[in-house]
Each structure stands twice: as C-alpha cells, then as structure tokens.
C-alpha cells in the first residue's frame, strides 16, 4: 500500500475494485465502512454483488477482465471532462500525452460494449473519483491475478496520478496484500532478481555487499520464478525443490500438469505445520512452529513491520523455521549460529536500507513502517509525498485486451476463484479449526438462480464443472450475488480443487501470475 | 502460570494485533488487542479462532522421511543429514541451478531472510520465489 | 490498590490477581501472583477494558480449585453476579477489586471511568443507528424507520462472532448462532436480521450492559443499544433487574422442567 490502513478512514471517496474487502480482508473493509459513514463516496467495481457493493453510491459488475477498458473509460470521461489534475500531472509525471491519446478511444459506448458497464454508472464514477479528494484506491487479486495482471495495475495507477491521488493523506494505490507477512516474504529477497530491500542480485555493487557479508561468492543471474520451476520440473532441469509454509499443489493452476511436474523430481523438502497435499508427496517433511510458538516479526500490507513474541513451547519436535534453516545451513557446511530471531533481524536490517532504523525495542507492540532509514527516523506512513522512487511518475498508456479464454460454445460459462470468510487459501490452517470448518465445512460453486433454474439444480445438489484442464464436483450454492453466465468457486477446499480448472499456460507475461480469475468452463448437473 | 502475549494475528495482510491466552503453557484463545493501532480491538472470525490451527491434532510432530512410499518419523540429525546430502548430491551432479527454494508468506522476515540466504549463499542459487501470486 | 492486592495474594484471599500492566504503551491484561509480587509495582488501571471475569471463568473451568481476584468495574460486579445465577462459577470464585466505573444506566456509582463516548459519521447517524442513543431517544423512531436504520447496521455484520466471544456472560456449550437451523452458514452478511435478533432475545435477562460487544463490533453495530431494549423489556415485564443479585431470571422457568418450545397445536387445524 502506498498509504495506511487508518487514512482510509478519512477519504472522501474509496474505489474498491477487484476486491471482496469484507471476506478477505474484514478489518480494512471497518474503515471503508468508517469512511462511508463520515461522508466518504464509496465507489465498488466487481464482478460479483458483493457486501460492500450494498453500501456502495455507485456499484457495478463488470464483466471478468475487462478491468484496463474499465478504468480506461474512467480516464476518457475525466479528461473530457476537465476534472484532471493538471498541476500534479505536470509537476510529478511523464507520459501524459501518449496516455491521453490512448484513453481517447475508449468512449463509454465501447467500454459498455467490453465490460457492461452503462455509461450513466462510467459518468458517475469517474466523476466521483476525480472530485471527491483524498480518494483512496483499493484493490486485491481480482485487478492482478490476470493475463493482463500488469496492465490492470498500470491503469489504476495512471488513474491516481491523473486525479493527482498518490502522495496525500488518505488517497494513493493501495494493494491490500492477501497473507500475513507476503510483503515480508518479497522485502526479505524471497524473489529471482531481488537481494532484501530489493537490491538487485545482477547489480554488481549490490552483489559485492551482499557477498562480502555472507562470505560466499553469489550467483548474479536472476532466478526462475515459481511458474517457471514448475516448468523447469517438468522438463527434468530443475531435480530438487524445498518449500517452505506453502501448498503449492492446491494453490497452482493446472493441477493434473502440476503433478506430473512434481513426480519428476529427486527431492522434495516440505516444511509445514500439516502435512499438506504437497507434502504428502514430499521425500522429506521438516514439522514447523507455528506463528504462536517464535518470535520473530511480519510486515503487513501498509509495510508495518510487528512483532510476533513466543506465546507457548513449540509442539512435540517441531523447531521454528528459523532455527531448521540454520541447522540445514550448518549441515550443508555453511555454519550458521544463531542464538534467536533478534540477531538475525539485526543482521538482516544492517543490509536493508528501508528496514536499517528498526530494531526489537523500537518495534514495540505499534510496530514502524518502512521506510525507516535511521534509528531516529520515525517511519513512513504514506509514500511519494514528492516524487516518485524513480523520479517523475510514468503513465503507462494501456490497450485492452482480452482475457487469455473467453467463453465459447462448448465452455459456455465464465469461470472465477477466490476466497470465502471463514477459510483462509489452501484451507490447512483454516479447515482444521473446529469453529471455522462450522461455518463452511464443505467446497461448492456459486451460480446465478437463473442458470441453476435452467439446470434444474437445486441448493447443495452436486454440480460437475469442466474446463479443458480437467473436471470437479461440488454442491451448488445458489447465490444473487452471480451475475448470470459467471461462476464462482472457493479455492479452500481440496476435494473440490479448483485449480485442477485453471489455466497454467495463461500467466501475465512480465509478473508470471497466472489468470485465476478468468477460465472458461462448462457445468452439469451431476447424473449418478 | 497464566499468561496474555501479545502477537500479530498470522492470516491475512492486514495485521491485526492479538493477545494470546496461555495457562500452563497451552494455548486458551485468542483475544483482540485492545488498543492496537490496525484492529482497534476488534477481528474478524479467523482472527478470533486464531488458536485453533495451532493446537489442531493434525499438526506434525516429528521429521518425517519417506522409505518404500510410506512416511516414518526420524530424528532431526537423520532428516537434516538426510536432506543435506541428497542436496549436496544434486548440486554437484547438475549445478546449483538444478535447486528451487519456496520461501513462504506465511513465515517471520527473519525466516525469509535467512532461508532466501541459504539458496544464494549454501546452495549458490538465485531459484528464490513464493506464493505473492497466488 | 497496590497493597490491598500485596494483602491479597499473600493471606492467600486469592491465588491469583488479574489487573493490568503497561507493556510497550499499551495497558495489557496481566495475571500478579505471590511468586510475582515485586510486579505489584506496574499494577494499573486501564483505560481499555477487557473482560477479566471472562478470563478468570476461563481459568476457573480448569482449575476449579483457584480462588481469583480481578480488578472491575460495576459491570464486572454484574457479570460475576450472572455467572455465578447460571452456575459457571461458585460464590466467592471470584474477588473484585472495584475502580471506577463507566455510565450505565445500571451502574451504581455516579462516578465515571475516563471513558469518552465515541463519535460517529453523520451518514450513520442518518442511515443507521447512533451508538450513544438512549432507548428512550431511539424508541421516538416511529416504526419503518426504526426497521430500516436497524436493517443498515445488521447489513454491515462480517460475521466474526465477536460479540459473542468477547461477552462475560455467553458460555452456552451450544449456541444458537451456531444452530445451521436457525442462521444459515456461508455466507456475508449472516442472515439478516435472525443473527443480530437471535442474540438480543438471548441477551434477555442475561446481558449486563458492560458494552465489551460494541467495542468489539468491528462495523460499529449499536449492540448495546440493542441489548438494552430487550432488558428493559424483561425489566418492565418481571420487574427483573440483570446482574443486580443472585437472583434467578425469569426464564430460569424454562429449561429441564418447562419445555421451551409451545406444545404443537396439530389436532386444532
């Protein structure tokens, strides 16, 4: 996030878009719902009829994918309409004339033909955003979990920049990140091309810090990221792989192309807290602590770094992951010997420029936001008050394109994936909670009433849906919140594995983040 | 005896300051921290059932190594040694390339820290990612 | 304050203490004990309330042998005194320590805790529910309001169970909310109004006004409010005042002996 959690509160206009803030992320949708009620504009953009599209001024559903043409028809009206921000986009960015010329023709007829959207509701909307200042943009997987992932996030950044949104209190860009500590885990190098702090590992000064520091010569080629391993596996280059807290066998696209990759491998080392589906293929299982059981610290999506301190013993054998990595370090004839999490925080910050201010005592319970360069600097809550990281801000003039797969005569439906409340991504941690598992014990696809009544399906019978991948089941969830022709599926639940649906081919070309949001697909009534 | 811990609530991004309940060393439940600057004391539903996967019987207790197909508890030294030298086997035969590491969301920046060290410094790889995507 | 928990704790009028403490500048529940008295010293009164007779329960189901003094208000009085009408703790399980107190209509002190009313959107004070209104001033809604402004805060429910779960008084091993009969699962928000009315009707004779739900609302539903209109109801129907004494509610009737449910009148149609 380029702001913090709390300025949402004091927004006078909130543009969710790709974001089902009240399921995945509760305690941000309480300050949306906050801004709404001191007065704030609530503008929602979703596929689905969500729970904060009932409390939006102006809510639509556009169609899947077709987010760029969206925002790009945003961008026509604003700039036909004199409502830009002339002074911000000629002091703070570049590439203003390129972009314009490139949302020129996306009149609202056109964006109504690609995404449904009326043009009384473009107006609308476009009209609030630019208007109602400090407006606060929000967005989550449904804007990057595409072929056109990178794309869409340009978009809603060229629309902050031209209302002169980024950079003020309450407004700016603002990713809610889906898991605890991912913008940790990409702070920290766990990326390719990254050292932590995101210094690059092919920057030659970079590397000569970094190997100085760990006293190993450091490989300076950037990395395969994961949908690359996957391929790498399945074409015999890549022999032997070692997950940490993850499951990617239910979380990746194309599961059945998955499996077959991860049979070809000559070591798998999965560390967990369960025995995941992963690991249950794996040669080697390291039992885990969990977050109750270490100190240590996590950095949540508006780049607060807290800390976690050590509530009870770890279970049976189960050593944090920390101390199983030094130990395999130390193993592997690098020794590693440290006595808990702090020494290594403090090597880790005496590395990383925007985390260099922190240390444990700082941190407290309030934690501090990055950037914190210095042991005085107070921490960052919102980013670019004068420039941008690299300098002026550029537009990205954006062209629509379609989603990967579009629904055709015999995949007729519009396929989508994301979470439900109670669960929490691949389900361990969630589906073994007595109370949680209450709340939804099971799988299921949610379709419009008007397509089931065609099934003639009823609430909980067993639908079978395809797509070229592959086949599931799962009972039928009947639900206004579909629009007709759309369904949903929850992606928790392992007997119902969604992802055995997705397309793994179908990635953004630059992020590799495949299109779990858009697949085409087929359902039927399951005939016993 | 009775303790409160105050900890960061390990499901979704956004944070939430918790407080966790221990009496002889088990953990009771989980309560919102009151005055913490994200959740003001409030959670959502996983949040409050925050205790629950850490106690679930389903958790692993021991290194497990696969013989014949089937799973068997070992001790820590047999693991690491284990993993060590089939890592070591493999690096020498096709390169350090040939290794992937997943570092994980779902772990602490000083796990990250130290495990995307071990691909680049142990191993000499920079096959580094996790899930951010997914 | 200080001494009479020192006093406590070492004539053994209690085992354990629970008041609070400073921790990285947030007051923390925290348990002092005879092997911690040196501690006594950062005992405090919080500002942030938590519900400490909870916590105590919570330590009493498993050590049934402790004797528990916590620091509390009125209503901590209040709720000790419910827990102990529905028999989840025994007389004198529990000690209080009284501090000042925050304004409630069943309060008996006039003085107030530093407590200060929260202040709320003008959109919700004009689509919903004020937090800081009286019954009385609520009850001056004529009807179709009322429904509407209570349907706009039941909306906003994200279903974490909260209110429930921070409540001194729900220890129900079964709870109605949870009843896949009664509130569907699944979804957001939960059905709408049954989840919000289940609770008030079960908040009846047993709610003891201490307002922890509404802290704990995360979309700032006026669940007190709520739970004060149906005591209110129990108070003017049996003349009934919850958490006053050890006396039983009026629908302690209900239950073993009493069938909860009107015998079906099939024969009559």
């Known amino acids: ?528 | 005896m009775y303790r409160l811990v105050p900890s960061v609530c390990s499901y979704c991004g956004t944070g939430c300051g918790v407080l966790f309940e221990v009496l002889d060393g088990q953990l009771l439940k989980t309560l919102p921290l009151k005055t913490h600057p994200v959740n003001q004391g409030k959670l959502c539903i996983k949040g409050w059932n925050l205790h629950e996967f850490v106690n679930s019987r389903m958790r692993l207790q021991s290194p497990l190594l696969k013989v014949n197909g089937r799973f068997h508890d070992v001790t820590w030294n047999r693991a690491l040694q284990f993993t060590a030298e089939k890592l070591k086997g493999i690096i020498e035969k096709y390169g350090p390339d040939s290794v992937g590491v997943l570092v994980s969301a779902k772990i602490t920046n000083e796990e990250n820290y130290l495990l995307q060290k071990f691909a680049r410094a142990v191993v000499g790889t920079n096959n580094v990612d996790h899930c951010a995507r997914l | 304050m200080k001494d009479k928990v020192r006093d406590w704790l070492e004539t053994g009028k209690v085992d354990l203490f629970l008041g609070y403490k400073q921790v990285d500048g947030h007051p923390l529940p925290h348990a002092f004990s005879k092997e911690n008295l040196a501690e006594l010293g950062e005992l405090i009164v919080s500002p942030a309330r938590y519900a400490l007779e909870k916590l105590a329960t919570e330590i009493l189901a498993i050590k049934p042998a402790l004797k528990i003094g916590i620091l509390g208000r009125d209503c901590n009085q209040r709720a000790v005194n419910v827990l102990t009408v529905h028999q989840q703790i025994s007389p004198g399980q529990i000690q209080i320590l009284e501090v000042n107190c925050c304004p409630s209509p069943l309060r008996k002190h006039a003085a107030c805790s530093t407590l200060q009313p929260q202040t709320y959107g003008a959109v919700k004070l004009e689509l919903g529910v004020d937090n800081n209104m009286s019954v009385a001033q609520m009850d001056q809604f004529d009807q179709e309001s009322l429904y509407s402004r209570w349907m706009y805060e039941f909306q906003k429910c994200l279903k974490c169970y909260g209110c429930r779960d921070i409540c001194p008084v729900c220890f129900c091993k079964e709870c109605s909310l949870e009843n896949n009969d009664l509130v569907a699962t699944g979804g957001l928000p939960p059905e709408v109004p049954l989840f919000h009315l289940i609770r008030a009707v079960h908040m009846a004779g047993r709610c003891v006004d201490c307002g922890l739900c509404e802290e704990a609302c995360p979309v700032d539903i006026p669940l007190r409010l709520l739970y004060r209109k149906v005591n209110g109801i129990v108070k003017d129907l049996f003349g009934y005042e919850t958490g006053g004494s050890h006396e039983q509610p009026p629908f302690s009737l209900l239950g073993e002996s009493t069938p909860p449910e009107a015998e079906p009148h099939s024969k009559a149609v």
């Open chain 1, 1 to 528: 996030m380029t702001n913090s959690i709390a300025e949402i509160e004091d927004a006078a206009c909130v543009f969710i878009i790709g974001s089902n803030t009240s399921t995945s992320h509760p305690l941000i949708a309480r300050r949306v719902l906050r801004a709404k009620e001191k007065g704030a504009k609530l503008l929602v953009a979703d596929p689905r009829a969500i729970q904060m599209s009932h409390f939006a001024d102006v809510a639509v559903n556009q169609r899947l994918g077709s987010d760029v043409a969206l925002l790009n028809g945003m961008m026509h009206l604003i700039l036909k309409n004199g409502w830009e921000d002339r002074d911000f986009i000629k002091a703070r960015t570049e590439g203003f004339e390129e972009l314009k010329e490139t949302v020129a023709a996306y009149t609202p007829q056109r964006v109504q033909e690609i995404s449904g959207v009326s043009p009384a509701d473009l107006e609308k909307m476009s009209e609030i955003y630019a208007t109602r200042r400090p407006a606060t943009l929000l967005y989550t997987m449904g804007i990057t979990q595409h072929t056109t992932g990178v794309d869409n996030v340009k978009s809603v950044c060229n629309l902050a920049m031209l209302t002169g949104n980024v950079g003020v209190a309450s407004s700016g860009v603002n990713p809610l990140r889906g898991q605890n500590n991912v913008q940790g885990a990409c702070d920290m190098g766990g990326l390719p091309n990254v050292f932590p702090g995101y210094q690059q590992v092919a920057n030659p000064e970079a590397n000569a810090k970094f190997t100085k520091a760990w006293g190993r010569p450091l490989p300076d080629k950037p990395g395969r990221t994961l949908p690359d391993m996957i391929t790498a596996m399945s074409e015999g280059k890549l022999k032997a792989l070692y997950v940490i807290g993850e499951n990617p066998k239910l979380s990746d696209p194309d599961a059945n192309h998955l499996k077959h990759a991860f049979n070809n491998l000559e070591l798998l080392i999965v560390q967990d807290l369960f025995l995941s589906e992963t690991a249950q293929g794996a040669h080697v299982v390291l039992p885990a602590a969990s977050s109750a059981e270490k100190d240590g610290t996590f950095t949540n999506t508006e780049r607060r770094c807290m800390r976690l301190r050590q509530a009870i013993k770890p279970l049976g054998n189960c050593l944090p992951d920390w101390e199983i990595a030094s130990r395999l370090a130390t193993a592997m004839g690098y020794p590693m010997s440290y006595r808990n999490a702090e020494e290594i925080f403090r090597e880790m910050a005496a590395l990383t420029p925007s985390y260099a201010g922190m240390s444990y005592e700082r941190l407290g319970i309030d934690g501090l936001h990055w950037p914190c360069p210095t042991a005085d600097h107070p921490g960052t809550k919102f980013l670019h008050p004068v420039q941008f990281t690299r300098g002026l801000g550029k537009f990205h003039a954006v062209q629509y394109q379609d989603p990967r797969e579009l629904p055709d005569a015999e995949y007729p439906y519009y396929l989508t994936t994301g979470r439900m409340f109670a669960h929490y991504h691949t389900g361990t941690m969630t589906r073994v909670s007595p109370a949680l598992d209450r709340e939804q014990p099971t799988g299921y696809v949610e379709i419009n009433p008007q397509d089931a009544f065609k099934l003639k399906v009823r609430e909980g019978e067993v639908l079978v849906i395809s797509s070229p991948r592959g086949r599931i089941e799962a009972p039928a969830k009947i639900s206004p919140e579909m629009l007709p022709g759309n369904l949903f599926l929850p992606i928790h639940f392992g007997e119902n594995p969604t992802n055995v649906l997705t397309n793994s081919e179908a990635l953004d070309p630059l992020a590799k983040i495949p299109e779990f949001k858009v697949s085409k697909a087929r359902v039927e009534k399951l005939v016993e």
